[in-house]
């Protein structure tokens, strides 16, 4: 089981999307990690959106031109995204376990991206194999994008991945990093508890 699901029981999709709603209701920027994944890659390219959640970055991409994928394990979290946006793809997987073409889908991605702390919440032990799988989705020379927290300040469950980890994850499924930052605004990686990191797979 996930962390996720142990955290949730899978039936918190209207209210995670309530939450976000009241933020953005507040003045909070909602599209930080659309926008930064917009400065990657141009309009009309193949987005991934892995742990989509309730959807709100894939819809906001969707609506900057990008054609997009999403993928979750959590149906309470995708029937709030269907709801919001019938007309997009969504689609009920385990990421260790997906496969494009079971799915229908050609695994030629130009970006994928993880944002809202998929990788910790993710079953333990199954994130080399995650970011095996999400590497096979991109296309030569394409972004893997992931934003998560290292620390019990920027998790709802004790931190397990390490940077180093992750990094030698991305290594052994052939992607090298690109850059890393502390924030979806693109702010410089200073060593903090919280990291967003492009990595590209090897042409």
Do not use: K
């Not at 990093?177 to 410089?188: E, G, I, K, N, S």
């Amino acid at each position: 089981m996930s962390r996720w699901q142990e955290l949730t029981g899978g039936t918190s999709g209207s209210e995670y999307a309530a939450r976000f709603e009241a933020l953005g209701r507040g003045g909070m920027d909602l599209h930080g990690e659309a926008s930064f994944c917009a400065a990657l890659v141009p309009a009309g390219a193949s987005v991934l959106d892995a742990g989509c959640g309730t959807g709100r970055v894939m819809i906001r991409l969707s609506e900057l031109g990008y054609d997009c994928v999403g993928v979750d394990l959590d149906e309470s979290m995708l029937d709030v995204a269907r709801a919001q946006a019938p007309q997009l793809p969504w689609f009920r997987a385990d990421l260790a376990e997906f496969d494009p073409e079971l799915l229908g889908i050609a695994a030629d991605f130009d970006l994928v991206v993880a944002a809202g702390n998929v990788l910790p919440l993710l079953t333990p032990g199954t994130e080399a194999t995650v970011i095996r799988r999400l590497a096979a989705a991109l296309r030569p020379g394409g972004l893997l994008v992931a934003g998560f927290g290292l620390d019990a300040a920027h998790l709802p469950v004790p931190p397990t991945t390490t940077l180093p980890e992750y990094d030698a994850g991305c290594a052994a499924a052939g992607l090298a990093l690109v850059d890393r930052f502390a924030t979806w605004d693109a702010a410089p990686y200073d060593g903090g508890g919280y990291a967003v990191s492009v990595h590209r797979l090897d042409a």
